[in-house]
Protein backbone atom coordinates (compact mmCIF):
# COMPACT_ATOMS: atom_id res chain seq x y z
CA UNK A 1 0.00 0.00 0.00
CA UNK A 2 2.89 2.34 0.80
CA UNK A 3 4.09 1.47 -2.97
CA UNK A 4 0.99 2.13 -4.56
CA UNK A 5 0.59 5.98 -2.53
CA UNK A 6 4.65 6.68 -4.18
CA UNK A 7 5.97 8.91 -1.43
CA UNK A 8 9.32 9.23 -3.25
CA UNK A 9 7.07 11.50 -5.47
CA UNK A 10 6.63 13.83 -2.70
CA UNK A 11 9.49 15.30 -3.75
CA UNK A 12 7.88 16.89 -6.41
CA UNK A 13 6.31 19.27 -4.34
CA UNK A 14 9.50 21.63 -3.11
CA UNK A 15 7.24 23.15 -6.20
CA UNK A 16 5.11 24.33 -3.05
CA UNK A 17 8.33 25.89 -1.44
CA UNK A 18 9.92 27.55 -4.14
CA UNK A 19 8.32 30.77 -3.78
CA UNK A 20 8.52 31.01 0.06
CA UNK A 21 11.83 32.70 -0.12
CA UNK A 22 11.01 35.54 -2.04
CA UNK A 23 7.78 35.65 -0.36
CA UNK A 24 9.71 36.39 2.48
CA UNK A 25 12.52 39.04 1.08
CA UNK A 26 9.58 40.71 -0.49
CA UNK A 27 8.23 40.95 3.49
CA UNK A 28 5.83 38.90 3.71
CA UNK A 29 5.24 36.90 7.08
CA UNK A 30 5.94 33.66 6.71
CA UNK A 31 2.81 31.12 8.45
CA UNK A 32 4.85 27.71 9.01
CA UNK A 33 1.70 26.46 10.43
CA UNK A 34 0.13 27.02 7.44
CA UNK A 35 2.66 25.93 5.57
CA UNK A 36 3.50 22.52 6.85
CA UNK A 37 -0.26 21.84 7.17
CA UNK A 38 -0.45 22.42 3.50
CA UNK A 39 2.51 20.41 2.28
CA UNK A 40 1.14 17.51 4.12
CA UNK A 41 -2.06 17.54 2.95
CA UNK A 42 -1.10 18.50 -0.65
CA UNK A 43 1.25 15.27 -0.78
CA UNK A 44 -2.02 13.00 0.74
CA UNK A 45 -3.88 14.06 -2.21
CA UNK A 46 -0.94 13.19 -4.49
CA UNK A 47 -1.04 9.44 -3.51
CA UNK A 48 -4.71 9.86 -4.18
CA UNK A 49 -4.19 10.76 -7.19
CA UNK A 50 -1.59 8.55 -8.33
CA UNK A 51 -3.71 5.74 -6.68
CA UNK A 52 -6.40 6.67 -9.16
CA UNK A 53 -3.73 7.06 -12.11
CA UNK A 54 -2.50 3.87 -11.14
CA UNK A 55 -6.38 2.35 -11.33
CA UNK A 56 -7.24 3.49 -14.99
CA UNK A 57 -4.34 2.68 -16.09
CA UNK A 58 -4.27 -1.00 -15.28
CA UNK A 59 -3.94 -2.70 -18.57
CA UNK A 60 -1.88 -0.16 -20.39
CA UNK A 61 0.80 -0.41 -16.91
CA UNK A 62 0.82 -4.54 -17.73
CA UNK A 63 2.39 -3.93 -21.04
CA UNK A 64 4.95 -1.12 -19.88
CA UNK A 65 8.54 -2.59 -19.35
CA UNK A 66 8.86 0.05 -15.60
CA UNK A 67 4.98 0.41 -15.07
CA UNK A 68 4.10 -3.23 -15.37
CA UNK A 69 5.80 -3.73 -11.12
CA UNK A 70 3.09 -1.13 -9.95
CA UNK A 71 0.98 -2.93 -7.00
CA UNK A 72 -2.25 -2.82 -8.95
CA UNK A 73 -0.78 -3.57 -12.33
CA UNK A 74 0.99 -6.72 -10.63
CA UNK A 75 -2.40 -8.00 -8.42
CA UNK A 76 -0.16 -7.16 -5.13
CA UNK A 77 -2.66 -4.54 -4.42
CA UNK A 78 -6.70 -5.45 -5.35
CA UNK A 79 -8.56 -2.26 -7.23
CA UNK A 80 -11.09 -2.61 -3.96
CA UNK A 81 -7.96 -1.64 -1.40
CA UNK A 82 -6.99 0.62 -3.73
CA UNK A 83 -10.21 2.91 -4.13
CA UNK A 84 -10.00 2.86 -0.46
CA UNK A 85 -7.24 3.60 -0.07
CA UNK A 86 -7.73 6.48 -1.84
CA UNK A 87 -10.71 8.02 -0.54
CA UNK A 88 -8.89 7.42 2.95
CA UNK A 89 -6.00 9.62 1.59
CA UNK A 90 -8.58 12.22 -0.14
CA UNK A 91 -10.39 13.55 2.53
CA UNK A 92 -7.19 13.37 4.83
CA UNK A 93 -5.71 15.56 2.31
CA UNK A 94 -8.98 18.19 2.28
CA UNK A 95 -9.09 18.40 5.48
CA UNK A 96 -5.83 19.18 6.24
CA UNK A 97 -6.36 22.11 2.90
CA UNK A 98 -9.12 23.19 5.24
CA UNK A 99 -6.79 23.44 8.47
CA UNK A 100 -4.00 25.39 6.48
CA UNK A 101 -7.15 27.78 4.91
CA UNK A 102 -8.40 28.92 8.79
CA UNK A 103 -4.75 29.80 9.47
CA UNK A 104 -4.45 31.92 6.46
CA UNK A 105 -7.57 33.12 6.56
CA UNK A 106 -8.41 32.47 3.08
CA UNK A 107 -9.81 29.60 0.94
CA UNK A 108 -7.58 30.41 -2.00
CA UNK A 109 -5.17 27.03 -1.20
CA UNK A 110 -8.82 24.70 -1.03
CA UNK A 111 -9.61 26.09 -4.03
CA UNK A 112 -6.58 24.84 -5.83
CA UNK A 113 -6.24 21.30 -4.35
CA UNK A 114 -9.85 20.79 -5.72
CA UNK A 115 -8.58 22.26 -9.20
CA UNK A 116 -5.72 19.57 -8.86
CA UNK A 117 -8.37 16.87 -8.17
CA UNK A 118 -10.25 17.91 -11.23
CA UNK A 119 -7.48 18.51 -13.55
CA UNK A 120 -5.97 15.09 -12.42
CA UNK A 121 -9.27 13.03 -12.46
CA UNK A 122 -9.69 14.89 -15.99
CA UNK A 123 -6.26 13.53 -16.95
CA UNK A 124 -6.87 9.73 -15.55
CA UNK A 125 -10.46 9.74 -17.56
CA UNK A 126 -9.24 10.21 -20.66
CA UNK A 127 -7.20 13.46 -21.62
CA UNK A 128 -4.42 11.85 -21.34
CA UNK A 129 -4.91 10.39 -24.80
CA UNK A 130 -5.03 13.39 -26.64
CA UNK A 131 -1.56 14.93 -27.69
CA UNK A 132 -0.31 18.17 -26.22
CA UNK A 133 -3.45 18.24 -23.82
CA UNK A 134 -1.82 15.45 -22.01
CA UNK A 135 1.53 17.26 -21.31
CA UNK A 136 -0.60 20.42 -20.66
CA UNK A 137 -2.58 18.66 -17.80
CA UNK A 138 0.59 17.57 -16.47
CA UNK A 139 2.55 20.82 -16.63
CA UNK A 140 -0.21 22.06 -14.46
CA UNK A 141 0.61 20.03 -11.82
CA UNK A 142 3.50 22.15 -10.75
CA UNK A 143 2.09 25.14 -11.78
CA UNK A 144 -0.88 24.47 -9.22
CA UNK A 145 2.01 23.57 -6.30
CA UNK A 146 3.92 27.07 -7.09
CA UNK A 147 0.26 28.74 -6.50
CA UNK A 148 -0.59 26.90 -3.49
CA UNK A 149 2.80 27.82 -2.08
CA UNK A 150 1.97 31.49 -2.85
CA UNK A 151 -1.48 30.80 -1.22
CA UNK A 152 0.04 29.44 2.13
CA UNK A 153 2.16 32.25 2.23
CA UNK A 154 0.27 34.68 1.73
CA UNK A 155 1.80 36.07 -1.42
CA UNK A 156 1.17 37.27 -4.43
CA UNK A 157 2.83 35.14 -7.58
CA UNK A 158 4.52 37.64 -10.10
CA UNK A 159 3.91 37.21 -13.92
CA UNK A 160 8.23 36.53 -14.00
CA UNK A 161 7.52 33.28 -11.60
CA UNK A 162 4.10 32.05 -13.50
CA UNK A 163 6.44 32.36 -17.03
CA UNK A 164 9.09 30.51 -15.58
CA UNK A 165 7.30 27.75 -13.58
CA UNK A 166 4.76 27.19 -16.54
CA UNK A 167 7.92 26.73 -19.11
CA UNK A 168 9.50 24.66 -17.15
CA UNK A 169 6.84 22.13 -16.16
CA UNK A 170 6.57 22.10 -20.18
CA UNK A 171 9.80 21.33 -20.37
CA UNK A 172 9.43 18.35 -17.88
CA UNK A 173 6.10 17.36 -19.46
CA UNK A 174 7.60 17.00 -23.10
CA UNK A 175 10.91 15.38 -22.14
CA UNK A 176 8.26 12.55 -20.21
CA UNK A 177 6.52 12.15 -23.39
CA UNK A 178 10.44 11.84 -25.27
CA UNK A 179 11.22 9.10 -22.80
CA UNK A 180 8.06 7.34 -23.63
CA UNK A 181 9.25 6.68 -27.02
CA UNK A 182 12.35 6.36 -26.78
CA UNK A 183 11.62 3.28 -24.76
CA UNK A 184 9.79 1.80 -27.38
CA UNK A 185 6.33 2.35 -26.59
CA UNK A 186 3.92 3.75 -29.06
CA UNK A 187 0.10 4.16 -29.36
CA UNK A 188 -1.32 1.09 -28.02
CA UNK A 189 0.04 1.75 -24.86
CA UNK A 190 -0.55 5.70 -24.64
CA UNK A 191 -2.73 7.43 -27.55
CA UNK A 192 -1.28 10.36 -27.25
CA UNK A 193 2.15 9.30 -28.60
CA UNK A 194 0.66 8.95 -32.07
CA UNK A 195 0.53 13.01 -32.03
CA UNK A 196 4.18 13.42 -31.38
CA UNK A 197 7.71 12.48 -32.97
CA UNK A 198 11.02 12.55 -31.43
CA UNK A 199 12.11 15.83 -34.10
CA UNK A 200 8.66 17.62 -32.75
CA UNK A 201 9.79 17.12 -28.86
CA UNK A 202 13.47 17.81 -29.11
CA UNK A 203 11.95 21.47 -30.67
CA UNK A 204 9.33 21.54 -27.82
CA UNK A 205 11.88 20.63 -25.33
CA UNK A 206 14.52 22.86 -26.27
CA UNK A 207 11.90 25.90 -26.41
CA UNK A 208 10.92 25.42 -23.25
CA UNK A 209 14.41 25.11 -21.70
CA UNK A 210 15.02 28.58 -23.56
CA UNK A 211 12.08 30.40 -22.37
CA UNK A 212 12.59 28.97 -18.95
CA UNK A 213 16.16 30.13 -18.41
CA UNK A 214 15.43 34.02 -20.08
CA UNK A 215 12.51 34.19 -18.04
CA UNK A 216 14.27 33.32 -14.61
CA UNK A 217 16.85 35.96 -15.86
CA UNK A 218 14.54 38.73 -16.29
CA UNK A 219 12.95 38.20 -13.07
CA UNK A 220 15.91 37.91 -11.67
CA UNK A 221 17.23 41.21 -13.10
CA UNK A 222 13.55 43.41 -12.50
CA UNK A 223 12.68 41.58 -8.92
CA UNK A 224 13.83 44.00 -5.55
CA UNK A 225 14.04 40.73 -3.41
CA UNK A 226 17.73 40.91 -4.22
CA UNK A 227 20.69 43.03 -3.20
CA UNK A 228 22.23 44.61 -5.59
CA UNK A 229 25.12 42.99 -7.60
CA UNK A 230 23.86 39.90 -6.22
CA UNK A 231 20.62 39.63 -8.64
CA UNK A 232 22.31 36.85 -10.91
CA UNK A 233 23.99 34.85 -8.18
CA UNK A 234 21.70 31.67 -8.69
CA UNK A 235 21.29 31.92 -12.41
CA UNK A 236 24.82 29.48 -12.80
CA UNK A 237 23.20 26.77 -11.02
CA UNK A 238 19.75 27.23 -12.83
CA UNK A 239 21.53 26.55 -16.08
CA UNK A 240 23.73 24.24 -15.19
CA UNK A 241 20.65 22.62 -13.59
CA UNK A 242 18.35 22.72 -17.02
CA UNK A 243 21.21 22.30 -19.44
CA UNK A 244 22.61 18.92 -17.63
CA UNK A 245 18.74 17.61 -17.47
CA UNK A 246 18.61 18.09 -20.95
CA UNK A 247 21.93 16.13 -21.56
CA UNK A 248 20.72 13.32 -19.46
CA UNK A 249 17.80 13.25 -21.47
CA UNK A 250 19.60 13.24 -24.92
CA UNK A 251 22.68 10.92 -23.92
CA UNK A 252 20.72 8.53 -22.32
CA UNK A 253 17.33 8.53 -23.22
CA UNK A 254 16.00 9.21 -19.75
CA UNK A 255 13.38 11.84 -18.36
CA UNK A 256 10.43 10.11 -17.99
CA UNK A 257 10.62 10.22 -14.01
CA UNK A 258 11.90 13.56 -12.77
CA UNK A 259 11.94 11.74 -9.46
CA UNK A 260 14.68 9.06 -10.32
CA UNK A 261 16.74 11.61 -11.81
CA UNK A 262 16.34 13.93 -8.54
CA UNK A 263 17.40 10.80 -6.24
CA UNK A 264 19.99 9.63 -8.70
CA UNK A 265 21.85 12.31 -10.63
CA UNK A 266 24.60 13.64 -8.09
CA UNK A 267 25.54 16.49 -9.92
CA UNK A 268 21.57 17.86 -10.23
CA UNK A 269 21.95 17.38 -6.12
CA UNK A 270 24.76 19.21 -5.74
CA UNK A 271 23.67 21.86 -8.89
CA UNK A 272 20.40 22.01 -6.20
CA UNK A 273 22.04 22.69 -2.68
CA UNK A 274 24.23 25.51 -4.78
CA UNK A 275 21.37 27.46 -6.31
CA UNK A 276 19.31 27.46 -2.53
CA UNK A 277 23.01 28.62 -0.97
CA UNK A 278 23.16 31.42 -3.55
CA UNK A 279 19.17 32.05 -3.32
CA UNK A 280 20.54 32.76 0.66
CA UNK A 281 22.87 34.95 -0.10
CA UNK A 282 21.65 37.30 -3.15
CA UNK A 283 18.39 37.80 -1.22
CA UNK A 284 17.24 40.95 0.89
CA UNK A 285 16.65 39.33 4.05
Not at 107 to 130: C, E, P, Q, R
Not at 152 to 157: C, D, E, H, K, S
Request: proline share 4%.
Amino acid sequence: MVRLARPTDWVKNVFILAPVPFAVAAGVQLRGTALVLGVLGFCLVNSAVYTLNDLCDTEADRIHPRKRNRPIASGVVSPTAAVVQMVVLLLLGMQLSLAACLVVGSLDAAVLFLIYILVNVLYSLGAKHVALLDVFLLSSGFVIRVLLGCALVGAVPTAWLLLCTSSLAFFLGFTKRRADLAAGLDGSHRPSLRGYSRAFLDQAITICAGVALLSYALYSIESEVFLRSREMASMPFVAYGILNYLRLVNTQDVGGSPVDIAFSSRSSQVCALGWIVAICWSLMW
